[in-house]
């Protein structure tokens, strides 16, 4: 019995790291999906803005902390930016949510080509050696990996803390909650919703630069974080901004403690069988509230 | 602009995007090759097309084929998938006139066979699985087979490495990473080295951590990086280290991308088995396999190679077809390109000549070039 518990627990360990890091996208896409109504796969194209502007003021030879800074900031600047010059034109027509998911994702796919056309696929390394890190509970956690798990749970508290406590927030949920009253009692929503943009491209870009630093940057490496995030807000539902979060932790555990417990050929089948199982017994998401959002 | 006329605009614009490039006019000569935007194979695609456009350019700056401009037609293979690899190859084949190709994808070549024989296509592949060739007879190896990806490693670990007596695999989880692994199996086994774990992972794996933690259960000496390619070997190269493990890391060519060339954590206890280009070939295909990778040599050598056998065929007053091309391939066997040697066996396999690299400074470093007698 010890030491079955010896040997899952770097499993474990590894499973929540994996989990917290999903999270983070996960909060982004719920974010922009409770406010505006829409899947937006275009985070990756913000995620590869941060990703690609931190190797590039790397390579510039600007301090790590500053490049942090100005790809935090171009990772807000491009989510605006998907926001004003493509999807207010969808938004404003009113066009339904498959149309939007179409659009979003083929910005996201552009981007990854365009990327790739102008400046190769290569991957790029911003940190070129081994993280510091610390062994825990049988494995080793890097810096990159501990730093992401707390940014998770600290945009969490954030998140809840700005819309709960501050007039921009407020009106965010306002707008999430009904978005014709809101408008009713002098919200706009445009300004709202270029609000919740940005605050989903700085989420974004939290994720982004940590992980550029841990594995390096291509024009692919968005796809597997956006992907597994869409996952875990189907898991965990978004009757809260805390249920992506639990979804997300639910799918990294089950990645790693299928290859604990079966051959790793399983891991994938075992994880989206996992996924399948929690929307068969609550189609709503095991935590509730996957369901479409109003917009006026 | 009348209404009448900006409709008519239109359709043309939308029809020449529709097709793409124009069909190639009847002095012209076309080759194929396919390109992919999955992130494994969209950086030795640009590689490959690098190598072939320098061969070409050459050729045609110097007149043509015999007096015939050649061009090449990108095929997109989508996330390497068959049916996006069959429409893309039967509109290069019915609407530019593609006479050969060069593609990649185990179940891509596999799955296209038999329509490479129906269009009487002399295709070139760089996949390594030993199936390809069974299902096509104008299907021709450029790079060598699983079994010599193993074979050559196990070589190198005997002479270099003698200490090494277990090793693991991390595979990409389809037919190719399987058979990879099976391969290696049975190559490493002949030499008393027993595979003592193997893992599995998808294509673009959310992180390899899991799979490496079970593999360093089993405490192995060596790892085969049995992976698609992309950013994948990198990451399974870096996850090994930082979770602690000191021990051999090898692959084939999936190594021979810059990705790997830049990672620092490769130079140290890592191999892999690639294509030679040696500093004799074409100065332009030294310098961009420095940027780009081997396989920038493997395009080189495709295009020069179906030049040589348009050349040949003109020359002699036979049509240059798919079909006449591979005929002669087969009737030449050896063929020595400014690159490399091979021998073109007439079951489509080939032997050519392939090479040990480390890395070194952020370069790849060759440590041995393995020729065709030593590969026998």
Redesign the interface.
């Known amino acids: 019995m010890h030491e079955t518990i010896l040997?899952i627990l770097?499993?474990g360990i590894?499973?929540l790291a994996?989990g917290l890091n999903?999270a983070i996208v996960a909060l982004a896409l719920a974010l922009i999906w409770r406010t505006v109504g829409m899947l937006d796969f275009g985070i990756g194209a913000v995620y590869l803005a941060s990703a690609y502007t931190l190797w590039l003021a790397k390579s510039a030879g600007l301090p790590l902390v500053v490049g942090m800074a100005v790809a935090i900031a171009a990772g807000v600047f491009f989510s605006v930016l998907n926001y004003l010059v493509v999807y207010r034109f969808f938004i404003k027509r009113n066009a339904p949510l498959f149309v939007l998911v179409v659009v979003s994702l083929s910005l996201f796919?552009a981007t990854?080509?365009f990327v790739?056309a102008i400046l190769?696929?290569?991957?790029?390394?911003i940190i070129?050696?081994?993280?510091l890190?610390w062994t825990l509970l049988g494995?080793?956690l890097?810096v990159a990996q501990i730093a992401k798990m707390a940014i998770s749970l600290i945009t969490l508290g954030a998140i809840a803390m700005f819309c709960l406590h501050s007039r921009a927030g407020l009106a965010i949920l306002a707008v999430a909650d009904n978005p014709r009253l809101a408008q009713g009692m002098g919200i706009e929503l445009d300004r709202a919703y270029i609000r919740t943009f940005a605050i989903a491209g700085f989420i974004v870009s939290l994720a982004a630069i940590p992980d550029v630093a841990e594995?390096?940057v291509?024009?692919?490496?968005a796809?597997?974080?956006l992907f597994?995030a869409l996952a875990a807000i189907i898991i965990g539902g978004l009757g809260a901004f805390k249920n992506p979060v639990r979804g997300a932790v639910m799918l990294g555990l089950a990645?790693?403690l299928?290859?604990?417990a079966f051959?790793?050929?399983w891991?994938?089948v075992i994880a989206y069988s996992f996924v399948m199982a929690a929307l068969i017994i609550r189609p709503q998401g095991l935590f509730g509230g996957v369901s479409t959002p109003t917009r006026p | 602009m009348s209404k009448r006329r900006y409709w008519a605009s239109a359709a043309l614009a939308v029809a020449a995007l529709a097709f793409g490039q124009p069909a190639s006019a009847a002095d012209e000569i076309a080759f194929g090759i396919c390109q992919s935007t999955s992130s494994g194979s969209a950086k030795f695609a640009t590689a490959l097309w690098k190598g072939a456009e320098i061969a070409i350019h050459e050729a045609n700056a110097a007149g043509g084929v015999e007096g015939r401009k050649v061009v090449l037609v990108p095929m997109d293979i989508g996330n390497t998938d068959p049916a996006q690899a069959r429409l893309s190859m039967r509109k290069a084949i019915q609407v530019n006139k593609i006479v050969s190709l060069l593609c990649w994808g185990t179940n891509v070549m596999v799955q296209n066979g038999p329509m490479i024989d129906e269009e009487g296509i002399l295709a070139f592949t760089t996949a390594q699985g030993v199936n390809i060739t069974k299902k096509s007879k104008l299907t021709q190896q450029l790079d060598a087979v699983t079994t010599f990806y193993c074979r050559v490693a196990v070589a190198w670990i005997r002479q270099r490495h003698p200490e090494v007596k277990t090793f693991g695999v991390l595979y990409v989880n389809y037919e190719y990473g399987l058979e990879l692994r099976d391969m290696c199996e049975a190559e490493f086994g002949k030499h008393g080295i027993k595979m003592v774990a193997a893992e599995g992972h998808p294509n673009a794996p959310p992180d390899l951590r899991a799979q490496f933690t079970k593999i360093m259960q089993a405490k192995p000496d060596a790892v085969f990086l049995a992976s698609i390619g992309g950013g994948t070997v990198a990451q399974a190269i870096r996850t090994g280290r930082e979770l602690g493990y000191e021990g051999i890391f090898m692959t084939h060519g999936a190594g021979d991308i810059p990705d790997i060339y830049n990672l620092k954590v490769a130079e140290k206890n890592f191999f892999y088995a690639g294509h030679a280009v040696p500093e004799t070939a074409p100065k332009a295909v030294f310098e961009s396999a420095k940027e780009y990778g081997g396989f920038v040599g493997a395009g080189y050598d495709f295009a020069w190679i179906d030049m040589m056998l348009a050349r040949e065929l003109i020359k002699e007053g036979k049509p240059v077809t798919g079909a006449n091309m591979a005929a002669k391939l087969r009737a030449l066997g050896t063929v020595q390109t400014p690159i490399n040697k091979f021998t073109f066996l007439e079951d489509g396999k080939t032997i050519r000549p392939m090479a040990i690299f480390t890395i070194a400074n952020g370069e790849k470093k060759l440590e041995k070039i393995l020729g065709d007698e030593e590969l026998k």
Do not use: C, K, M
Request: no cysteine; glycine share 6%.
């Open positions: 040997s770097p499993y590894n499973g994996l999903v796919v990854e080509n790739a190769s696929a290569e991957r790029f390394y070129d050696s081994i993280l890190g494995t080793r890097n594995s390096g291509d024009p692919y490496v796809a597997t974080p597994l990645f790693h299928a290859v604990w051959a790793s050929r891991q994938e």
